[in-house]
């Protein structure tokens, strides 16, 4: 979905029960709040985030935040 400059962009397999979800965004937004949300909403017991900040006339940024719940 296209949103103004920025865009999400979701992808789902069911049978692997795997999700990626890519946000574009020109304004700052709490990353921590996002995932703890998308965990929240999807159930769910692992996770891999990647964050990469770029940001015209600066390097790339990544960012890795990963997540499992105890017993998962």
Do not use: N
């Amino acid at each position: 979905m296209g949103i103004i400059t920025s865009h999400v962009a979701f992808h789902y397999w069911v049978d692997e029960q795997y999700l990626q979800l890519d946000i574009y965004s020109c304004k700052e937004f709490d990353k921590h709040t996002t995932i703890k949300f998308l965990e929240t909403f999807w159930k769910i017991d692992k996770s891999v985030s990647l964050f990469i900040d770029r940001e015209i006339g600066k390097e790339f940024e990544i960012e890795r935040i990963g997540f499992e719940k105890p017993g998962a």
